[in-house]
């Protein structure tokens, strides 16, 4: 009754997150985003993409420069590696 169509992760953002976890001697673990639309219905859910360093959340949208924290807050793109090295939870 669904279907799941995989989002295509920006690949410059992707080596940037990558590079700046580098500096923060982090491993991220990525999850694609995906859009699933429901069969019959105009409803469509957007997931987003979701990058996991230590017990943080970080999710983005593509296009975006904008990452969620938790689903609480939110950070620029460019002040990950701070807040990374501030707030890094094992």
Not at 13 to 25: D, G, P, S, Y
Request: hydrophobic letters at 40%; proline letters at 2%.
């Amino acid at each position: 009754m669904k279907e799941v169509k995989e989002l295509e992760f920006d690949k410059e953002v992707l080596k940037r997150i990558e590079m700046i976890c580098r500096f923060a001697c982090v491993k991220p673990i990525i999850k694609q985003g995906s859009i699933i639309n429901i069969k019959g219905t105009n409803i469509a859910y957007v997931s987003p993409h979701i990058i996991t360093a230590g017990k943080n959340n970080y999710l983005i949208f593509n296009g975006s420069d904008t990452l969620f924290v938790n689903d609480s807050k939110s950070i620029k793109l460019k002040d990950l590696e701070v807040h990374i090295k501030t707030n890094y939870l094992f």
